[in-house]
């Protein structure tokens, strides 16, 4: 039994039940959430994660169970599943009081592996996969943190599946696995309520608990698997049963007889599992299993048994016979270029590349007026050394395709590609007149053209192209005969028009000369591009803005817009379509105070672009501010620091922008203080270097001080 449960590991860590085991628990389990639930008319329960079902006879009840999960199932089987039963009694019209009455001394919990290999023979492959199932442990195959989680996510739903399955099938495996009990101290006729829970809760998992009423009684006999029905096929037979009729079994025995119907015996040694998700809707209203055949013709009869959870097997059903057939076509004949005979016939010849089929019947002819169909016989069954048909007397307007198809013994027949017979005709048709177009805001164009006249005429062919200089595509991909074409548009395009050609073309496929090009105008739906704000210049008596232009090529207008901080609307400072306006001043704004810019461009169909880029800015002030007083500048050993001490009496809101340089004149903003500020600690400096520091006062309307420096500063 341990050999076998090494080679489960490797099966389940190779992901051979992750299709087949999930689905069985939901079947296996549905009767019973729909006996124990009660459905609230305003709102769902939440789905529970334990569940039960029994059976019945006239001495027992036998009580079986499984979790929805894997994390569920490890939980409850570690505590360990409380059975209690209670007696549905009335007095006086009215229910009592249920008296619950516990069945098991203790907790029932899997047998441990020891106890499975007393319990089990060693040879017994089926009871070391049980063991396997729960005592198995997932194993990761992926570096990936994430796809390991999930890969072993799949891994111990596959060992939760198949453990139940094994349930399923054999109830003493179900014993081992802590998953059944069968209740022998019932009074026959007496109905009971039984209640299952787990003994302890782990509050990170906790565990349902299962209800079920049951009375002790000659239970409902397994009903068979009548609607069976078989379909025959090369090498293989598909059996089909009805879903609704076996839809209390979760597994099924499929079972072949060759000798009429003598003996039976199963066609795979474990029942099967359909492979059927119960969240999907639409599953079909049929199971389905196919038995491959060694050799067709070979006929065998076949029965369908169903399996419950509590292992038992239906009686046997209908019996089908089937057979796999022939369904293999001959080689397809080659068909050959036509001969036209006495200007009224047509000569039809073909070829069998290689071997002909040895069971090889003969060929027909077909034709049809399309390449597409449908074909009609015009011969016989003409025999297998056969390599010429003559159709006689054909010539007339309408096309003539022809096939041939070898047909085998069992019935089964191969077409050739068809083959266009055609009379000698070189005149095209005229070049087809009034091609006319209209497109709509969604880009659908509407082309329309007068029809040809030719008794001949087969149809048009329409082209378009991009460009009037550019090669023309074609656009339809069959010969249409109407003289109306919708074509549909992509518009997010930068190219403003569309061209359009139309030629006909008559049975022997002359083409006509094109029409002369229509020329569509797209509608514009692609706004332009957005404009870009690269300068912005304040000063006392304006603001200057530049920007580049939109690079979309039908950008007419720039719109400049303007608004305060704060505000939600725009306002025009201007609007010009001259291509050389990328700059304007604005000398309406208010000073100090603080505005946001930003350009919009509009193309020639009125589409505007987003916005470019929002800077902000104002006037400067004018007149100068009181800054900083008495700015001293010392190196503080202790600290590796020059410490900066100033003086500031005027008013406040300011802030304090702080400059240092390396010779005379400060050149780089190091710091921005509030208007609290008195000081600074500069820490970055380097040994041997000397410093000059200087402060200004920015005040919130734009206006600034002077520079107010220090002496300067050696670091030794």
């Not at 569920?72 to 249920?98: F, H, Q």
């Not at 039976?264 to 492979?275: G, K, M, N, S």
């Not at 600074?680 to 410093?691: C, L, P, Q």
Request: aromatic share 10%; charged share 25%.
């Amino acid at each position: 039994m341990m050999n076998t449960m090494k080679g489960l590991v490797h099966a389940t860590q190779t992901g051979f039940f992750l299709m087949s085991v999930p689905f069985l628990l939901g079947a296996a389990f549905s009767v019973a959430g729909a006996q124990t639930g009660t459905a609230s008319e305003e709102k769902a329960p939440p789905p529970r994660n334990l569940h039960l079902v029994v059976r019945t006879a006239p001495d027992s009840i036998v009580l079986r169970w499984g979790t929805t999960d894997y994390v569920t199932w490890k939980t409850a089987a570690a505590a360990g599943y409380v059975i209690e039963r209670a007696e549905l009694a009335k007095r006086g019209g009215a229910s009592l009081e249920p008296q619950w009455k516990r069945l098991t001394e203790a907790p029932l919990k899997p047998l441990r592996i020891e106890d499975w290999k007393l319990r089990f023979a060693p040879e017994d492959s089926l009871a070391g996969a049980a063991v396997q199932s729960f005592y198995g442990e997932s194993i990761s195959t992926t570096n990936d943190p994430f796809g390991s989680l999930y890969e072993m996510y799949l891994q111990q739903q596959n060992l939760h599946g198949f453990g139940l399955f094994l349930a399923d099938i054999r109830p003493d495996l179900a014993d081992g696995l802590g998953l059944r009990f069968a209740d022998r101290s019932v009074e026959r006729g007496k109905p009971y309520v039984y209640r299952l829970y787990a003994a302890t809760q782990n509050p990170d998992n906790p565990v349902d608990t299962a209800f079920a009423v049951a009375t002790a009684k000659d239970d409902n006999p397994l009903t068979p698997v009548t609607k069976l029905t078989a379909v025959e096929d090369e090498k293989l037979v598909v059996l089909r049963w009805d879903r609704e009729e076996s839809a209390a079994y979760g597994g099924f025995v499929i079972e072949r007889s060759k000798d009429g119907g003598g003996s039976f015996t199963r066609v795979t040694p474990l029942p099967y599992l359909p492979l059927v998700n119960p969240s999907v809707e639409d599953v079909g209203s049929y199971h389905e299993y196919r038995v491959k055949q060694q050799r067709n013709y070979e006929a065998a009869q076949y029965r369908v048994s169903g399996v419950n959870a509590f292992g038992m097997l239906s009686p046997a059903g209908t019996v089908v016979t089937a057979m796999g057939r022939d369904k293999t076509a001959p080689r397809q004949p080659a068909i050959l270029p036509h001969e036209i005979v006495d200007e009224v016939s047509v000569k039809i010849s073909w070829e069998v590349r290689d071997t002909p089929d040895k069971d090889l019947d003969g060929f027909i002819i077909a034709k049809s007026e399309s390449p597409d169909g449908p074909y009609d016989i015009i011969s016989d069954l003409l025999p297998v050394g056969a390599r010429t048909y003559t159709d006689s007397n054909v010539r007339d307007l309408p096309p003539h395709y022809y096939v041939v198809s070898a047909v085998d013994t069992a019935g089964n027949s191969r077409m050739s590609a068809p083959m266009f017979a055609v009379f000698p005709d070189s005149i095209p048709p005229a070049t087809p007149s009034g091609l006319v177009g209209s497109v709509d805001s969604s880009g659908v164009v509407l082309l329309r053209w007068t029809s040809n006249t030719e008794q001949d005429l087969q149809g048009y062919r329409v082209f378009y192209a991009n460009d009037p200089s550019h090669e023309f595509q074609q656009l339809t991909t069959t010969i249409g005969t109407d003289t109306i074409y919708t074509d549909t548009l992509t518009l997010k395009t930068l190219s403003k028009h569309i061209y359009y050609k139309v030629t006909a073309l008559d049975w022997n496929f002359n083409h006509s000369p094109f029409t002369p090009a229509l020329e569509v105008k797209k509608p514009d739906i692609v706004p332009p591009s957005a404009p870009v704000i690269r300068d912005v210049q304040s000063a006392v008596d304006a603001v200057t803005i530049s920007w580049y232009r939109s690079p979309t090529s039908d950008a007419r207008e720039h719109v400049l817009l303007r608004r305060r901080v704060g505000e939600t609307q725009w306002r025009e400072l201007l609007r010009t379509d001259e291509a050389s306006r990328t700059t304007h001043r604005d000398e309406g704004a208010d000073a100090g105070e603080v505005y946001e810019y930003a350009v919009q461009a509009r193309d020639e169909d009125g589409l505007l672009s987003p916005l470019s880029n929002i800077v902000n800015a104002r006037k400067v002030a004018a007149g100068t501010r009181p800054g900083a007083e008495q700015l001293v500048a010392r190196y503080d050993a202790q600290s590796n620091a020059v410490q900066l001490q100033w003086r500031f009496t005027g008013n406040r809101p300011c802030e304090f922008y702080l400059y240092r340089g390396a010779s005379a004149s400060p050149q780089v903003l190091i710091r921005t203080e509030g208007d609290a500020a008195s000081g600074y600690a500069d820490r970055d400096v380097r040994s041997g270097a000397t410093y000059v520091y200087a402060v200004k006062v920015v005040y919130p309307d734009g206006g600034e001080s002077p520079l107010v420096r220090a002496e300067a500063v050696s670091i030794p």
